[in-house]
């Protein structure tokens, strides 16, 4: 019975495969990727989508999307959040063409990290429109609420837009 030989330590205890190239590789040459890794993106490429990776497709695959992931992400909460309800003018330079939808998310709050993740992907800096909503579900005595929200993304000039001075001021 031949023992299969790790590829990278060359280590005979080799009881994993990477997901791309199927090398044998045993558990502390092998890079791991967290499910959700990727969880705000709508679609995740089948390299991606992976859980186990050997050091040289890590590097060439994984490390540049979860760099250009985590880029976006940090832009989503950076971007301007403007209501429905929200009577103060806007100033608009670009709107998208369709709304932005999200639907069975847990609280609030990572709904709108959602819609604004989904602008900062297509290079916008703001969301208008927003509409957030919970509907509560039951179940036999316990009780959640699922929110869902949509806006539309859009691109706006930060310089011209009027800043209530009571609002940054502290109390």
């Known amino acids: 019975m031949s023992e299969k030989i790790c590829v990278s330590c060359s280590k005979p205890k080799a009881n994993r495969t990477c997901s791309l190239c199927q090398a044998e590789l045993c558990k502390s040459c092998t890079q791991f990727l967290d499910e959700g890794s990727f969880s705000f993106r709508k679609t995740v490429s089948e390299d991606l989508s992976h859980s186990t990776y050997c050091h040289p497709c890590f590097d060439e695959t994984v490390a ?78 316990f009780e959640k609420s699922n929110y869902q929200g949509s806006c539309v993304p859009a691109q706006i000039d930060a310089s011209k837009m009027y800043w209530d001075r009571d609002r940054f001021q502290e109390e």
């Open 64 to 141: 540049p999307a979860l760099a250009d992931y985590d880029e976006v992400m940090e832009r989503a909460k950076k971007i301007y959040v403007f209501y429905k309800t929200q009577r103060k003018p806007i100033p608009l330079l670009k709107r998208a063409k369709e709304r932005v939808d999200v639907k069975n998310c847990p609280d609030k709050n990572e709904t709108l990290l959602r819609l604004a993740f989904f602008a900062a992907e297509e290079s916008y800096n703001a969301i208008v429109d927003v509409d957030v909503f919970s509907e509560k579900m039951r179940n036999k005595g």
